[in-house]
């Protein structure tokens, strides 16, 4: 049934395939930057490559955003359950925290922004 | 009723009543396609395909190509799926494949059997469908990143696909 031209067939597309999936894992999601939101207001863009720190005051005191080695976090904020600061380091373009007592967000965006979700 | 002067009678050939029932196999192939519940949205083992393949093999290239599209508007008609995204993504595709198929009559049969054409003709039903999603529905690159476990899908498909269809063309061919 399978002959010499089929395995050479099977087997390119295997190849090409572990490359896709390499390819994919290397790109998936890279975020370049960190948008901060207040009110749900856009306030400032930080790109992701500068390590810093930026405070951002709102209603209950002052959020404190972290950027290190292309990754951001909530470090220090004044909401009574911590849930933004739980959530730890963002890496992916898309992920979010929001400190919503303080009413502050994270978003990390990419080049290209990512969907929220896809509906067939 | 009078005979309109402009009447005309059309004879089918031997060939055109095998498409026919080949098409009407296909179709029922790919009612089998979308009951067979998936993973994830997009992914189909594609039996309909096994028919294009016999026919490509049995009747060549164009009875193929009349078969497939005979397939996607029939199975449109029976699915609902007429003129919305999916049909025209199922079109799309299909014509990419059959596109492949045509230029890999250039293969020699010695060394290639039916499973490379299935799954050449799969992957290229992937990435004509991908290609339309990019272009028309989704115009973002984001989508790509859908390609790799979709392409592992479309290889299994493929090799599944052709495994039965030249099964079935080495029974035909005994008969």
Redesign the interface.
Known sequence: ??????YL??LA??A??LA??L??GRH?GAASEVIVRQNGMETVRLPLRLNRLHVARGPLGLTEIEIHDGQARIRRDPSPRQYCVQQGWLRRSGDIAVCLPNRVSIELAGP????DS?A? | MTRSPTERTLQASADDHRIASLAALAIALGMVDAAIPSPL??VKPGLANIMTLFALYTLGWRAAVWVTLLRVVGAGLLLGSLFTPGFWLSLGGALASLLLLGACRA??A????L??HS??AA?AHLLGQLLLVRLFL?P???IL?L??PL??AT?LGG?ANG?IA??LVQAHDKD
């Open positions: 049934m399978f002959k010499a031209g089929d067939v099977l597309l295997c090409l395939l896709a999936f390819q994919l998936a290209r922004q990512a969907h896809l067939y | 949205p997009g293969l020699p010695r060394h290639f059997s499973v490379s799954l050449l992957q989704i973002y690159d984001n990143v390609f790799p392409a592992l290889l090799v495994l030249s099964h």
